[in-house]
């Protein structure tokens, strides 16, 4: 068992982005460093347009996380409405 | 050589957010900019005078509306706009526009079109810059006497886009015909007998005293009708498989609009309603009775609009509209 991350800058925009993959992801932990958010979680992580949508009000083109996406790790599967990171070992 | 040795220093804010903003959202967290711009902003106390044009009410006084919230911050704003996230949506649409006019124009796509098409667009859509007049003035009024700053900072950026609309209607106009469509529109709009009735309606908005109640009429009663009516019955619905698409085109924003704004609109409603069973009541009032003014007052625009078929479109739209209120808590 091995932790993914997605770390994100620290800043209004990938606020609600770190709030949804917090409500999404039960397990995972953040770390908040100067302008950096990082959000560790073990196995799975999985980032939803909708849940992003439901904190912001607005619609959301789930790209728009590469704005302020700084890192990663795990294998990515995405679609229009998903990402998710997981590691297949 | 010297090296340079870096390094991060992690420095703690002694506080999160402003005291008056932690108040509302449960403690000193970080606040989001929508909630610093709005949780706390109202003015509530130690008003220096009455307004010498009416003392029976305080500069901002709650009791202007016979709504009764126990916190009006309960309105909040699902779309959480403040100055800076509308302005840039707006822009980000404005451009939008100027690229759909850069096609029509590069393509002429408003030549191809039939007169009696362009004719058709123009009679209908002219006159509805006075409505839109009323809708800017409306939402100013209660952003003026309104309490509560999560309703009045939204209905001053709802106010001034109907402003927006104005424009693109005229500048539509403008595009499509010689300026003269516009004053054949203001002319239709205060002679033709069809207009009558939705003119009647505007200006008796214009003079409602209770700002929740000119909420109900304007934003939820009137547009709520008008724009399924115009937006989606006429122009998406009869204008375009005519070959009007360039009409479409060009008012791309008002659908998008409406659909955005809805939520806002119906969220506001909610929360107002499900205050009390004595709010409920009088918003289910409200958007009953101003809602069928507002259907009543369409019917004729809808004939003009799409002739023999307006009756249909009519209960078309009169079904959405019952269906909306109902969601939103208001019996209709």
Excluded at chain 1, 34 to 52: A, H
Excluded at chain 2, 38 to 48: C, E, K, L, S
Aim: hydrophobic fraction near 40%; charged fraction near 20%; aromatic fraction near 10%.
């Amino acid at each position: 068992m091995s932790n993914v991350f997605i770390a994100f800058q620290a800043n209004e925009e990938s606020r609600p982005v770190v709030d949804a993959i917090m409500a999404d992801n039960p397990e995972a932990q953040v770390v908040y460093s100067p302008g950096l958010v990082k959000i560790d979680c073990p196995n799975r992580l999985v980032v939803r347009r909708e849940s992003i949508e439901e904190q912001i009000g607005r619609s959301f083109d789930l790209q728009q996380i590469h704005i302020n996406l700084v890192t990663l790790s795990g294998n990515i599967d995405e679609d229009d409405d998903s990402f998710t990171l997981s590691w297949k070992h | 050589m010297t090296s340079i040795d870096l390094q991060t220093r992690d420095i703690k804010p002694l506080r999160n957010t402003y005291t008056h903003v932690a108040r509302y959202i449960g403690g000193d967290k970080p606040a989001s900019r929508y909630q610093e711009a709005t949780m706390g902003a109202q003015p509530t106390q130690n008003f220096h005078y009455r307004p010498t044009w009416d003392p029976r009410y305080e500069l901002f006084d709650a009791s202007r509306s016979a709504i009764k919230l126990n916190d009006w911050y309960v309105l909040k704003d699902p779309r959480q706009y403040y100055y800076a996230t509308w302005t840039i949506a707006r822009a980000k649409q404005q451009e939008a526009v100027e690229s759909n006019y850069q096609f029509v124009d590069s393509r002429g796509l408003l030549n191809r079109m039939s007169d009696e098409i362009r004719a058709t667009a123009c009679q209908v859509l002219m006159p509805l810059r006075h409505v839109a007049w009323a809708g800017n003035m409306n939402n100013c009024f209660i952003t003026a006497y309104g309490y509560g700053t999560a309703l009045t900072a939204a209905t001053m950026f709802h106010s001034m886009d109907h402003l927006g609309v104005a424009q693109y209607l005229t500048r539509l106009g403008l595009a499509v015909d010689e300026p003269g469509v516009l004053d054949a529109g203001k002319n239709d709009w205060l002679e033709d007998p069809r207009w009558q009735v939705l003119r009647r309606l505007v200006e008796d908005t214009l003079v409602l005293q209770d700002p929740m109640e000119m909420f109900v009429a304007q934003n939820l009663a009137i547009d709520g009708n008008l724009y399924p009516l115009i937006y989606g019955a006429f122009i998406d619905d009869y204008l375009t498989p005519r070959g009007g698409t360039a009409i479409a085109m060009l008012t791309s924003f008002m659908p998008e609009w409406f659909d955005e704004t809805s939520r806002w609109v119906d969220a506001v409603c909610k929360a107002a309603a499900a205050e009390s069973p004595e709010n409920k009541a009088l918003m289910s009032q409200w958007a009953k009775v101003w809602g069928e003014r507002a259907q009543a007052a369409l019917a004729p625009v809808a004939a003009i609009a799409l002739g023999t078929e307006g009756e249909a479109a009519m209960a078309g739209v009169r079904e959405t509209y019952a269906k909306r209120c109902a969601k939103v808590g208001l019996a209709v």
